[in-house]
């Protein structure tokens, strides 16, 4: 499927609205955060987004003290008689948040957002954009007099950036390796959203077992379903409603940490600031060996949620969120991990009672005996505890819904019902059925698991499996975005990836013991959104074969009945006739006065202004009343009410018109200040009288613009949305694997997916619906 082939109209036949400059895209798309002064980057603002930021971004690493220790010592590590072990996994856990959530995320891969979008599609988006590496590729017509994209990156392509893109560019299989590891990394981040809510919930819910012994787990396990279903619940009221008490919610809970951890340091061991130094990592592995090695598994707990600070940076901005983890949740973080191994390592008997290696007894309750040292608080601290966990798990549904928003916008998902829960912050989003599909998955998981051990187990292989795919995709920044040296990259590729596929060999060495969890969830997820991505680029193929030729129609144009009105014509591919509209008039040869063939298309860059959205082309002679448009959106662009989007097109036909009757387009003019349309259209909806009025006014301002008088007119008449219905088959003579993949699989996926007339939100009462077959 040739999609960098230029098909289309020649680009002076084609205009949009609005100049900008590269100084006020510079501005529009936050360019220019590193050119800002020390005070503005102080300001009050960034002060509000990292207070915000505590509540969205940082719960679920916040709320890691409650199970880390408990899953480490849940293995075969023990606690023996001196320190070692304590001292060690303190070092581990120290030096893992230094290395991975510090300077990886924090100092690193936060410079690496697309336009202020983080997460894993937003690197490969990048990637795709700077280089011919991925296989999401949008027809290069949609990109024409688009300035974003024209804009030049300010880094010199050196003689390893070109190596590395000629060979992807070469070898079709890396792009489809490369495609695989990010739809992989997607995939695991997915199934996180299944396991962060029943890890955090159940683990706070464990606690009660310290004051009330005799509490069965089931009575835990229902009271963790309960908290659940009320929190999927609350989904549909937005996080800008629920989300008010999430910051001082997650504050009280770090000054909890750290005001524990302080008591408990002083009180109990000292001494404990020693396991700072990474010697101790050293005497743990030398000491411990294999034991050692297999509660790394528990030791990476320590970091989830720290790819969520990336992926959440749409929300914020750079500095609000290195502000917020560096000054406060870092600092709490590291009191409470050291409090906790300075209690361990003077009660260790005790602990071995909360902790029998070979009972059903829930191992998180280590946690809340560290707190009940002081009676009064605990059940203070119990509370906010389950509240923090609660608001730890919101970050992560959030989350979900914007990467499957991202992945269906990028033909990587089915199509689903999405609700803008915010007319305020764009990225705010709801979806009903995957936020019920989550709410099962997750009482499934705690029913079925009933304790934080083997969920843990589940949970640390998926977390580091997407930090991993992050470094992976971090390598491609580095070498082929910011064109830096091949040794900077490599080095940036071992020191992290080298420590992170260290924790995945010991994630894996528990996958009988839940690890299995995440890879059937991910497999399943990667599964759906492969056959999906796979049956429309076959479909898209077939459409871009089987393009009808202008000739064809214009064959048509002696028996032809033209109708009043106006006929929207949706098509995949920019300036293309779309099959199915010569089915239409080989079968009913009669159609509107005035078509647009209508193509949406979805480019690699996160957001486009409103007035880069449209793309006006004339199709075939004037009198023949055909016009293409291309409407772009970027990845996380909204796609709002079906009659915005119409008088917004008219709008900008009316533009192209009034243009290309001043003989402006020929001349490279692309600006229609001067000509008052934005009213055209939108006043054509008001009474005959005033329509009338309106019609004669712009005879007598706007002469020998007659097309445009004749637009209003049909507009009058009525406006009708034509799509297809269309039904893809394997070919009889394709193979076994197709035939099963086409036919049954993505067949199933698209008679149960959300319908395109639904998706597009067009009024039943003005769609025709094209019925057509294709055989790929």
Known sequence: MDYESGIGTPKAKRTRSGIHDNGYLYDLFGLEERENSILQKLSMNTFLLAYQSLGVVYGDLSISPIFVYSNIFSGKLKLSEDDTEVFGVLSLVFWTLTLIALLKYIVIVLGADDHGEGGVFALYSRVCRNSKLGLIKTPVAAYEHFPVYEFQTPYEENRTSLMIKGFFEKHQRSRIVLFFIVLLGTSMFIGDGVLTPTMSVLSAVSGLRVKVPGLHENYTVAISCFILAGLFKLQHYGTHRVGFLFGPLLISWLGCLSMMGIYNIFKWNPAIIQALSPYYIYKFFKVFGNDGWSSLGGIVLCITGAEAMFADLGHFSKLSLRMAFSALVFPSLLLAYMGEAAFLSKHKEDSQMIWPLYDQTNLADEIFLFYSNIESIYWPVYIIATLATIVASQPMISAIFSIISQCRALNCFPRVKIIHTSNHVHGQIYIPEINWLLMLLCMSVTIGFKDTTAIGNAYGLSVITVMFVTTCLMFLIITTVWNQNILVATLFAITFGSVELFYLSACLAKFRHGGWLPLVFSLIILFVMNIWHYGTSTKLAYELQNKVQ????????????????????????????????????????????????????????????????????????????????????????????????????????????????????????????????DLLVNDVSSSDESNENLMMEISEKMPLRDEVMELLEERKAGVAYMIGHTDVLAHSSSSFFKKNMINLVYGFLRRNCRQVAVALRIPRSSLIEVGVQYRV
């Open 550 to 677: 202008l000739d064809s129609i214009l064959n048509f144009s002696v028996g032809l009945v033209r109708v009043p009105g106006i006929g929207f014509v949706f098509s995949t591919i920019p300036d293309v006739i779309p099959p199915m509209f010569c089915h239409f008039i080989t079968n009913f040869p009669a159609v509107h006065r005035i078509i647009i063939f209508v193509s949406l298309q979805t480019v690699a860059f996160p957001r486009i202004p409103l007035e880069e959205h449209f793309l006006i082309s004339r199709i075939g002679p004037k009198e023949f009343g055909f016009f293409g448009c291309i409407v772009r959106y970027g990845y996380k662009d909204s796609r709002g009410e079906f009659c915005e989007f119409e008088e917004q097109l008219l709008n900008k036909v009316s533009e192209f018109l009034l243009l290309e009757g001043s003989n402006n387009v020929a001349k490279g003019i692309t600006s229609a200040a001067d000509c008052p349309c």
